[in-house]
């Protein structure tokens, strides 16, 4: 009897134990452990990049920069930016934050987070197409990468509300997470409708809750960090000792070849066994009325300018191509695709972001594409001829000049062609 009351009661027991160390654990806001920050760089685990407790100080350190994306980064090949960056001794190491399904709402609670260690720096983001559909970021990706520590950090660094932080509580309020927490929604809600600030009882709320994310933070942010740093190591061997852009794209493109030799679309081996193959033929056409003029997306991509606005952060922007090949059988228009990189170019360039590079028309080159949608072998070594001089130069002070009426805009989350 009494094992049985004890298997009754031990998960309650467990989870008292760990309430206990988190109320009765000092508080450490930060992880100042260069090696962890060496193998959280990479691992693009969402208690890293939606936790403070390494990736900030990581940052702050100046040895690493941020590269805002989403599944591109995870795919690993001797081009990718932190193999290339590790190889050849770059000043800088990325920081890999985000992941399969992240978007710019993720993206913007992460820049945020960040706000004082991107002070006048330097970040890396890569705009993925695909983020742009009719209806953007669904409630299963939101869910999955929503960090309540985040969403307490932006309500307390709120002095006076703005139009975008009036625009995020509004975004936050459409999802299942947020609508569950009746105490967080009825915190939101006033500040979509008109409130201008925190009332002092909900600031204290906030701050005693935010403490106790903090120390949870610390204690466990480092569950389930795997570190690609062996890959990594393994990838940085087989390029040449010396970097020469010729030599390294004809290895680009002899190994792209050697990867992709079960299927004319010149997709990664492993990725159309296991991924396309089987459903072929169901996909033969399956995406000409895709568009990725008209999303909500745009505003939420706003917001994250506002946030680097704020902290004056210096960006290069990738806009990566879709695989020519396979956007011909699935019939995705590459003509929409330019005139999703003409949209959102305009939406960077009219605020004062001029750091891109588009590389919307390389649809058809050879191995520029790992897959379907993500830079491969040639793709990612075209980025590093932008990425390397970008991040070599000294920091240039921003003049970004925001335009929230038009770009938090129904209309422009619709507007299809841009003059």
Same mark, same amino acid.
């Given at each position: 009897?009494? $094992? =049985?009351? %004890?298997?009754?009661?031990? /998960?309650?027991?467990?989870?008292?134990?760990? %309430?206990?160390?988190?109320?009765?654990?000092?508080?450490? &806001? *930060?992880?100042?452990?260069?090696?962890?920050?060496?193998?959280?760089?990479?691992? @693009?685990?969402?208690?890293?990049?939606?936790?403070?407790?390494?990736?900030?100080?990581?940052?702050?350190?100046?040895?690493?920069?941020?590269?805002?994306?989403?599944?591109?980064?995870?795919?690993?090949?001797?081009?990718?930016?932190?193999?290339?960056?590790?190889?050849?001794?770059?000043?800088?190491?990325?920081?890999?934050?985000?992941?399969?399904?992240?978007?710019?709402?993720?993206?913007?609670?992460?820049?945020?987070?960040?706000?004082?260690?991107? *002070?006048?720096? $330097?970040?890396?983001?890569?705009?993925?197409?695909?983020?742009?559909?009719?209806?953007?970021?669904?409630?299963?990706?939101?869910?999955?990468?929503?960090?309540?520590?985040?969403?307490?950090?932006?309500?307390?660094?709120?002095?006076?509300?703005?139009?975008?932080?009036?625009?995020?509580?509004?975004?936050? %309020?459409?999802?299942?997470?947020? &609508?569950?927490?009746?105490?967080?929604?009825?915190?939101?809600?006033?500040?979509?409708?008109?409130?201008?600030?925190?009332?002092? =009882? +909900?600031?204290?709320?906030?701050?005693?809750?935010?403490?106790?994310?903090? &120390?949870?933070?610390?204690?466990?942010?480092?569950?389930? @960090?795997?570190?690609?740093?062996?890959?990594?190591?393994?990838?940085?061997?087989?390029?040449?000792?010396?970097?020469?852009?010729?030599?390294?794209?004809?290895?680009?493109?002899?190994?792209?070849? =050697?990867?992709?030799?079960?299927?004319?679309?010149?997709?990664?081996?492993?990725?159309? =066994?296991?991924?396309?193959? !089987?459903?072929?033929?169901?996909?033969?056409?399956?995406?000409?009325?895709?568009?990725?003029?008209?999303?909500?997306?745009?505003?939420?991509?706003?917001?994250? %300018?506002?946030?680097?606005?704020?902290?004056?952060? +210096?960006?290069?922007?990738?806009?990566?191509?879709?695989?020519?090949?396979?956007?011909?059988?699935?019939?995705?228009?590459?003509?929409?695709?330019?005139?999703?990189?003409? &949209?959102?170019?305009?939406?960077?360039?009219?605020?004062?972001?001029?750091?891109?590079?588009?590389?919307?028309?390389?649809?058809?080159?050879?191995?520029?594409?790992?897959?379907?949608?993500?830079?491969?072998?040639?793709?990612?070594?075209?980025?590093?001829?932008?990425?390397?001089?970008?991040?070599?130069?000294?920091?240039? /002070? *921003?003049?970004?000049?925001?335009?929230?009426?038009? !770009?938090?805009?129904?209309?422009?989350?619709?507007?299809?062609?841009?003059?």
């Amino acid at each position: 009897m009494s $094992k =049985k009351i %004890l298997s009754h009661f031990a /998960p309650l027991l467990v989870a008292l134990i760990i %309430l206990g160390l988190i109320f009765c654990w000092p508080l450490k &806001k *930060t992880i100042e452990k260069p090696k962890v920050w060496q193998q959280a760089s990479t691992s @693009m685990a969402s208690n890293v990049f939606g936790g403070m407790a390494i990736k900030n100080p990581a940052i702050a350190s100046g040895e690493y920069v941020p590269f805002f994306g989403s599944s591109e980064l995870s795919r690993l090949s001797p081009f990718h930016p932190s193999v290339l960056a590790e190889k050849y001794h770059r000043s800088y190491r990325p920081f890999l934050l985000g992941a399969p399904g992240t978007q710019s709402l993720s993206q913007f609670a992460i820049s945020n987070s960040l706000s004082k260690e991107l *002070t006048n720096k $330097k970040a890396v983001f890569i705009i993925s197409p695909q983020w742009f559909t009719k209806k953007g970021m669904e409630d299963l990706e939101f869910n999955a990468y929503f960090s309540e520590l985040e969403l307490y950090h932006w309500l307390l660094s709120i002095d006076q509300v703005r139009d975008s932080d009036r625009y995020y509580a509004r975004r936050l %309020l459409g999802f299942s997470r947020i &609508k569950d927490n009746a105490k967080m929604s009825a915190i939101l809600s006033e500040i979509a409708n008109g409130s201008n600030q925190l009332s002092r =009882k +909900q600031r204290h709320y906030l701050e005693y809750n935010y403490q106790l994310l903090q &120390k949870e933070d610390h204690l466990f942010t480092q569950i389930g @960090m795997l570190s690609k740093e062996k890959k990594i190591n393994y990838f940085a061997k087989k390029l040449p000792s010396e970097y020469n852009y010729q030599t390294l794209d004809s290895l680009a493109e002899k190994i792209g070849q =050697k990867h992709t030799n079960n299927n004319r679309f010149e997709i990664d081996n492993v990725f159309y =066994k296991s991924r396309i193959e !089987f459903g072929l033929k169901g996909l033969k056409n399956s995406q000409r009325k895709w568009n990725y003029c008209q999303s909500p997306e745009y505003a939420d991509f706003q917001l994250v %300018l506002n946030q680097f606005a704020q902290s004056h952060t +210096q960006v290069l922007f990738i806009i990566p191509s879709v695989n020519q090949k396979w956007s011909d059988y699935t019939g995705l228009s590459q003509e929409m695709l330019q005139r999703f990189a003409k &949209k959102i170019k305009y939406q960077l360039q009219s605020q004062g972001f001029t750091d891109i590079a588009d590389f919307s028309k390389d649809a058809n080159v050879r191995f520029f594409m790992a897959d379907t949608i993500h830079l491969g072998w040639r793709g990612w070594l075209r980025a590093d001829e932008a990425i390397a001089p970008f991040l070599a130069q000294p920091y240039q /002070p *921003t003049n970004y000049h925001l335009n929230n009426a038009q !770009f938090f805009s129904k209309k422009w989350q619709n507007q299809e062609n841009i003059e």
